[in-house]
């Protein structure tokens, strides 16, 4: 059997080395356009900031390393330019030539293209591969570069601006959303802005860039709000577009992405997998996830079904992720509220501030959570934020997903405990008890945007509590004495608990309803309202 593998980064080479692991006979070749395969494109923009130090470190696995230990022929530089699914036959382009090669098997494995929107030029770069890395990196030194522009606030922008930031240049990150880092909703997103900003870097939302001019690290960029400034250099990072020209007079789109059956087939003996094509969400609709981890699953997947080994695993990707911004970790999974209002999904959230750790032990750090999840429980899609184990909640939730639990499994998730490492109830468990009495009808909740003028609210901190500040308006009984109040409060009005994080507000309302009064807890207390004040 002769399979052939176009693309030898994430999708191919793992595709690639699991199959010679199944089938020790099947002659494999994997055709890479550029110069190097199975490099760490993850990890690219951590060269420029000099925490990888060695190029050599960016080769997960060389061409030379595959065929010596997976006997796999690794055909670097070589571009595959057609695809005859009748004629199981495919044209490559090399530095002499055009040659055909057939196959028995097909993978599909090209990847995405970073996205340009016509800008370019000298001192103009992507961090696509390592070869951008290292162009990028010599015209910073060769030309003294000290400003950098940097287009898209995703993960690969974050990255590197904080990356160019430790390089020690100013870095301006303009992005054309209203918030940075789209997995996250919008009250998270400032807190990672408030972050790139504390140090010192730019950055401007609502803002595209309109065009680029200059050479030799002296830059002109126009923004689209027609201001400008000088820089010597400027890294698009604005998204990538699934590479699926190869297929696509034979293959089915999904917005540029390949739509593949479940065991990853879009054609004859034809397959795919990685960022070049679609998957499937929570709900089982397609979608794009170009993400380094369902890529290499994808490619074992399509490795095992060539094999003989029906695999339908990968299909359904949450897309859980992390992000380092400095001292902090962003984490998600799964939906976000921004894709289920555009959606029109049903939904209810939770949130939660709990400490990463138990709060007696020493050097604890507060995490913000939010739990999006359905009216039957079912969980949706999770967000953390904070400077310890925020992804490891993320983890854990995403885990639970994959089995299709609700809010109710995170409620009795049972989690490694040890006051250095969590707490007895640990931040999972936390959203779990807040998520699962909202659906009980326990608590009702509110959150920011929802209150209004005929609210009273309640803020039951302590008065020492009050000079961070509070709600306008708000009302202040401290819950220790709340009981020998209650004729303080109207009885014709929604009584809305604040408090700093949401959980004195929730011992409040189980006060107030059980004593006739119509009350809500006001999620996050203050803590989320001035997060909400900032959006």
């Avoid at 995170?410 to 006051?419: H, K, R």
């Amino acid at each position: 059997m002769k399979v052939v593998i176009v693309g030898g980064v994430a999708g191919g080479a793992s595709a690639a080395t699991r199959l010679r692991r199944l089938d020790e006979r099947a002659e494999i070749v994997i055709l890479e356009r550029g110069d190097m395969v199975s490099y760490a494109n993850c990890g690219l923009p951590y060269y420029l900031g000099g925490v990888i130090s060695e190029k050599s470190s960016l080769s997960v696995a060389t061409p030379e390393f595959l065929k010596k230990r997976f006997n796999i022929d690794v055909r670097v530089r070589s571009e595959a330019v057609k695809i005859d699914p009748e004629a199981h036959a495919v044209t490559v382009r090399d530095e002499n030539g055009e040659y055909v090669l057939k196959y028995d098997k097909l993978v599909l494995a090209t990847g995405a293209e970073a996205n340009t929107f016509g800008l370019g030029g000298d001192g103009v770069f992507v961090l696509k591969d390592v070869a951008d890395t290292l162009a990028l990196d010599d015209y910073v030194t060769r030309h003294g570069v000290e400003k950098v522009v940097v287009a898209g606030g995703g993960f690969i922008g974050v990255e590197t601006a904080e990356n160019l930031k430790e390089r020690g240049l100013d870095v301006i990150m303009a992005e054309f959303q209203p918030h940075i880092l789209p997995p996250l909703d919008p009250e998270f997103a400032v807190v990672c802005e408030d972050e790139l900003r504390s140090r010192g870097i730019d950055v401007r939302t609502g803002l595209g860039i309109k065009s680029i001019t200059g050479k030799d690290g002296k830059l002109t960029v126009t923004f689209t709000d027609s201001s400008v400034t000088e820089a010597g250099a400027a890294v698009l990072a604005t998204g990538v577009t699934p590479r699926s020209g190869l297929v696509k007079d034979f293959a089915k789109l999904f917005a540029g992405a390949v739509l593949t059956d479940p065991d990853f087939t879009l054609a004859e003996d034809v397959y795919a997998a990685g960022d070049v094509i679609a998957v499937k969400d929570s709900f089982g609709r397609d979608t794009k996830v170009p993400l380094a981890g369902p890529a290499n699953r994808q490619g074992r997947s399509v490795a095992n079904n060539i094999a003989g080994i029906p695999d339908q695993n990968g299909k359904r990707v949450f897309g859980a992720s992390v992000v380092k911004i400095f001292d902090i970790a962003a984490a998600s999974v799964g939906k976000n509220e921004k894709a289920l209002k555009a959606s029109g999904d049903a939904y209810l959230k939770a949130y939660a501030f709990p400490m990463s750790h138990a709060g007696y032990y020493p050097g604890g750090k507060q995490l913000k959570m939010k739990l999006l999840f359905a009216p039957d429980g079912k969980i949706l899609g999770a967000q953390a934020i904070g400077e310890q184990f925020a992804e490891k909640q993320i983890d854990v939730i995403s885990a639970v997903m994959h089995f299709g639990g609700t809010v109710y499994d995170l409620e009795q998730a049972e989690l490694c405990y040890a006051p250095p490492f969590n707490s007895a109830k640990s931040p999972v468990n936390m959203l779990g008890f807040i998520a699962a009495n909202i659906l009980s009808g326990l608590c009702p909740t509110v959150y920011p945007e929802d209150l209004t003028e005929d609210d009273f609210v309640l803020d039951v901190r302590n008065p020492s509590e009050l000079r961070v500040g509070g709600i306008p308006g708000a009302v202040n009984i401290p819950l220790d004495s709340l009981r020998e109040n209650l004729d303080k409060l109207p009885r014709d009005k929604r009584i809305v608990a604040s408090c700093a994080v949401g959980l004195r507000g929730y011992l409040a309302v189980r006060i107030l309803l059980q004593n006739g009064f119509n009350a809500s807890n006001l999620s996050g207390g203050y803590s989320l309202y001035r997060l909400y004040k900032r959006i």
